[in-house]
């Protein structure tokens, strides 16, 4: 299709590609293609069109800017970007994921190469970028702006478009290696190469296959011990209160499974640094001291992680076709895998192992008192039918001090492994894609076609540090395992045999099958050029399987029937840790779509693009119809006016609708109908109605579902969104931009408290399930239909190119200003306010927007923007940049500490590299080269520094080589 620029438009229009490295071949693309203006699809639209002749915003960054930036993972781009927030170290291990607008995960849609991809699938709401093939990535595109007219569901908050080399000839080979200045883990290490043959304009075919490999080594809260000296921390809350004694490797024991931890046998010499440490209790500290809680605990710092572990490999390969003028084909497939390797702390027996405490007898070597173990002191009374108090010193604990009088009593004590290390989980995902797609022109129609196959598999694994508790157990009344410090030799071996390593308790899967069309033909010409129709159609069934929870450790009844209650949860198990999960079952939809979109430049200033989309979903019984229109309009030459207006939803996902695998609690409770109460959260104060007796409605033991197996009655989210915008170029080279933007959410998804189905039973009437005599079977409080949220905020870019003395400079600034966001956690509730501020109340985190995602509530700083200074001198370049955000207000500050202010955040990078040798680029980078500290605070949900913001890596040095050939 010839390319119609009015001459008045020309300019800023190659400007406005420039800025969005839209024009010209990448360096390791074919080369001899000529360098012309090219009309390309751009996100947010089915029409392709030059970049600069987009009514949307949309932003683009080169895989090469990247690079420069010092980018080691797509993480990274997460992190600075300024449309997305506070996801990309989530506390999950489904890996990083973009969340534009701050409105979770599963309202931003990724896409690659303009097509969807298969779900994570334990949610089946999201995609992590690490699945992303690097090697072979050439931009990506940000559309800051509602397109489910174009693109369907999940697009409330905008879309994420990852594009690969459209051909590639050549040979390149990249090894990088990212090392922090401080010791302990952290380390990056990756290779990747790429290779590609044929051209696509003289032979008439290209094929090109990438393959890039990392591997991240896991950072210990032991690594960082600056970061939690409990001295500097104090101020925060933190360390005010000595620990109190805990289950550790060496354990507090007691004669009872009640009373396991009145004392321990290591806590006179030391207890067993790094493991566990010795401690006086909070209570050694009141005004009248007190020391029941001396004794051993878990040394977290030596448990727990700060950066989880990862390795992350991915395949990608593309084969293309002209089989004339008018049509081409190509195929390409995607592998990917990535593992995340989730560090879970010490591992102790909980409700669903045989028991809660481990037990030894008096016939073990290591039994206190018996020459390997030490006696314990102990003050007072001491008849060997008595629990007399520990002895701490003199002073502490005056009295007559004896051996403890063990009088061969079974001891009981809960006990975590030292040597193991903490327990870790290997949670593997997989991302296959298969793609054949095809285009050119017929009879006057531009068509491309497409078929789609995609699948993924979430492995789930106690990776290392798990044990058996009926294994453990015999250890310890064989005398085998030491409770009370290391292990020797027998024990060591003993200990690493009863280890479940790699064992897999979890298994989902997700599949994405589609095909769809889409035709584009110029009706008319008008003014300003052709008047343009596009008709698209899709037909899609998204598919997910559970499997059945393994049955290796689930534990059987006296007739031989496993544990497993009527809802599928696994009851006892000898896994300690973790719990098998799944309830064997294959869940599909089918989506039937049609979109219509009309492009009209109405005169050479003035165009106009209006689209409208319809989504027909089966298992929801409904079909959703979005429209979309937006605006362009050159008032100078230098000025480009823009703006849309769009709706949007959100269907519920498979998982929220057909989730087989139930997570049933229970508690006593009056039934808030039936026995209603003043106070109807607390049980026993209501008083049973006409019909119905005390002990059938009050104070009853009832079954709640936090996760429910039908949810049927969810509907999807709406939105409403526009976009008002303008392009200027006040100078040659300079294009600044700006876009006032807001989205309004309507029936959010999001999770309900068993207590607002107490208070307000006649509002959540359809959450109470009754049996045929109307009292409660269960209630569900899972997902539903909740409150509102209403965003407004102001994206700002300017670019600016110019030559200088020293050579070719660019400054570059995107930031994105939140005026509001403020949501209800329910429908009618109160409004709250969610910009600048941090907070424990659960209704930021557990009712909001990540409900069901993030395990803690969302930050959304007031301000966030990355900035950079490059430059450029024939084979040298360098880049110094910088991501900052505005501080945040402590709504709810710890215990002890009256800071409510958390400082503002910067972390600056550098890099320059060499490409003077022939095929051969060298450079360095040095990120968070002032060696900044994540922003620290005084909440609750953070140990002092909030790692969802920023990383804890500290400075760290970037090595990269990059070899074409």
Not at 450 to 460: F, P, V
Not at 614 to 641: E, G
Not at 856 to 877: D, E, V
Request: charged share 20%; hydrophobic share 35%.
């Amino acid at each position: 299709m010839t390319s119609r620029i009015p001459q008045a438009a020309r300019r800023l229009n190659l400007c406005a590609a420039a800025a969005l490295s839209l024009i010209g071949a990448a360096q390791a693309q074919t080369s001899d293609a000529p360098q012309a203006l090219e009309r390309i699809q751009i996100t947010g639209s089915s029409i392709k069109r030059l970049a600069g002749e987009t009514a949307l915003p949309v932003s683009v960054v080169k895989s090469e800017d990247l690079e420069a930036r010092g980018h080691t993972e797509l993480k990274d781009l997460v992190l600075e970007m300024p449309q997305s927030l506070s996801l990309g170290t989530n506390s999950g291990a489904a890996g990083p994921m973009l969340n534009l607008r701050g409105l979770g995960a599963m309202r931003t849609l990724t896409l690659l190469n303009g097509r969807r991809m298969a779900n994570e699938p334990l949610q089946d709401q999201y995609v992590s970028v690490n699945v992303i093939p690097r090697m072979a990535l050439d931009r990506a595109e940000t559309l800051r702006d509602g397109a489910s007219s174009i693109y369907g569901s999940d697009a409330i908050g905008g879309v994420q478009n990852f594009w690969t080399y459209n051909t590639y000839k050549g040979r390149r080979l990249k090894v990088e290696w990212n090392q922090p200045e401080h010791s302990g883990g952290g380390e990056t290490k990756a290779i990747g190469a790429i290779l590609g043959v044929g051209d696509i304009g003289t032979d008439g075919w290209n094929a090109y296959v990438s393959l890039d490999h990392q591997r991240k080594s896991a950072l210990l809260k032991i690594d960082r011990p600056e970061l939690y000296d409990y001295s500097v921390l104090s101020a925060m809350g933190l360390g005010l209160l000595p620990d109190n004694k805990n289950p550790s490797p060496t354990a507090n024991f007691g004669f009872s499974t009640s009373a396991n931890s009145n004392y321990n046998p290591a806590f006179a010499t030391g207890c067993a640094a790094p493991y566990s440490l010795p401690t006086l209790g909070a209570g050694s500290v009141a005004a009248t001291p007190t020391y029941t809680n001396a004794g051993c605990y878990r040394n977290p710092n030596y448990y727990d992680a700060v950066t989880d572990g990862s390795k992350i490999t991915n395949v990608f390969a593309k084969l293309s076709w002209r089989i004339n003028n008018a049509h081409s084909l190509s195929l390409e497939g995607l592998h990917s895998t990535f593992n995340v390797q989730k560090f879970r702390g010490m591992q102790t027996p909980g409700s669903t192992a045989p028991a809660t405490t481990y037990s030894m007898p008096a016939t073990s070597k290591y039994y206190p008192g018996k020459g390997i173990t030490p006696a314990v002191k102990v003050v007072g009374s001491n008849t060997g039918s008595n629990s007399p108090a520990m002895y701490i010193d003199a002073t502490k604990t005056p009295g007559t001090v004896s051996d403890l009088n063990m009088n061969n009593r079974t001891i009981y004590f809960v006990w975590g492994p030292a040597e193991l290390g903490s327990a870790y989980r290997n949670d593997e995902q997989t991302n296959d894609r298969l793609v054949l797609s095809a285009e050119g022109t017929v009879a006057g129609f531009d068509y491309r076609v497409g078929l789609n196959y995609g699948k993924s598999l979430r492995d789930t694994r106690a990776g290392g540090g798990y044990i058996l508790y009926s294994k453990a157990q015999e250890g310890f009344t064989k005398g085998i395992l030491n409770p009370f410090g290391l292990q020797d030799a027998e024990g060591l071996a003993y200990l690493k045999s009863i280890e479940a390593s790699d064992y897999t308790y979890r298994v989902n899967h997700a599949y994405n099958r589609s095909v769809d069309a889409t035709l584009t033909r110029t009706l008319m010409e008008l003014s300003g050029g052709p008047l343009v129709l596009a008709v698209s159609g899709e037909l899609r069934r998204d598919s997910a399987k559970v499997d059945a929870a393994p049955l290796d450790y689930v534990a059987k009844d006296a007739n031989g029937k496993y544990l497993i209650d009527a809802f599928g949860n696994v009851t006892k198990h000898d896994l300690v840790g973790e719990t098998p999960t799944g309830v064997a079952r294959d869940l599909s939809r089918d989506i039937k779509s049609a979109v219509i979109e009309v492009d009209a430049p109405v005169t050479r200033r003035l165009s106009l693009n209006a689209a409208v989309r319809s989504d027909t979903y089966n298992d929801l019984k409904t079909t959703t119809v979005n429209p979309k229109l937006s605006v362009r309009y050159q008032a100078l030459d230098q000025l480009v006016l823009r703006g849309s207006a769009n709706t949007g939803f959100r269907a519920p996902s498979i998982m929220d609708i057909q989730n087989p695998t139930p997570e049933v609690r229970s508690q006593l409770m009056d039934d808030p109908v039936l026995c209603p109460s003043a106070t109807p959260t607390v049980a026993n104060t209501g008083n049973p109605v006409n019909g119905y007796t005390r002990d059938q409605v009050c104070n009853v033991q009832t079954n709640y579902w936090t996760k429910s197996p039908d949810n049927s009655f969810l509907k999807p989210e709406k939105s409403k969104g526009w976009t008002v915008g303008l392009a200027l170029e006040p100078t040659k080279g300079l294009l600044m931009t700006a876009d006032y933007w807001g989205i309004k959410l309507t029936d959010m998804l999001g999770a309900v408290a068993i207590a607002e189905v107490q208070q307000q039973p006649a509002k959540y009437v359809q959450n109470i399930v009754r049996k045929a005599d109307g009292t409660i079977d269960y209630i569900v409080a899972s997902q539903a239909n909740r409150g509102d949220t209403s965003i407004r905020g102001l994206d700002l870019s300017a670019l600016y190119r110019v030559a200088t003395p020293i050579g070719q400079a660019t400054f570059q600034l995107e930031g994105t200003y939140y005026e509001s966001y403020r949501f209800s956690a329910e429908k009618g509730g109160e409004m709250l306010s969610n910009v600048g501020v941090i907070t424990n109340d659960a209704r930021y985190g557990g009712a909001g927007v990540n409900s069901g995602l993030a395990g803690m509530p969302q930050i959304n700083p007031r301000w966030k923007h990355t900035a950079s200074i490059g430059l450029r001198n024939g084979p040298w370049s360098g880049l110094v940049s910088v991501r900052y955000n505005t501080g945040l207000t402590d709504l709810t500050p710890r215990a002890g500490s009256s800071i409510t202010q958390v400082s503002p955040y910067s972390q600056y990078g550098a890099s320059v590299a060499y490409s003077g040798f022939k095929g051969l680029k060298l450079s360095l980078a040095v990120n968070n080269f002032t060696n900044a500290n994540p922003p620290i605070t005084s909440n609750t949900i953070y140990t002092g520094y909030i790692t969802s913001l920023a990383d804890v890596l500290g400075r760290a040095y970037k090595l990269t080589a990059d070899y074409t050939f």
